[in-house]
C-alpha cells in the first residue's frame, strides 16, 4: 500500500479529533476549544478538518484491501 503526505495529513487530523472525543468522554474537557475558543473560526477550521480526514480515511479501507492483493 503506497502512501503519500496527504494521507499521513489527514490521519494525524483524525488521531487528534480522536483524542479530542476521548477527553470529552472521559473528562467532559474539549481540547479544541480550550486551545482556539469555543466555536471561533480557528476551532471550526480544525473540526472541519478532523471531519474531512475522517471521510477521507475511509478511503483506506479499499486501499489496505487492494494492497493485501498484490
Known sequence: MKTNW????LLTFVIIGAINWGLIG???????AFLFGNLSW????????VGI???YTISLYGRIKSGDEA
Open 6 to 9: 496527504l494521507d499521513y495529513t
Open 42 to 49: 480557528l476551532s471550526r477550521i480544525v473540526y472541519a478538518l
Open 53 to 55: 480526514g475522517g471521510l
Open 26 to 32: 472521559f473528562f467532559r474537557f474539549d481540547l479544541v
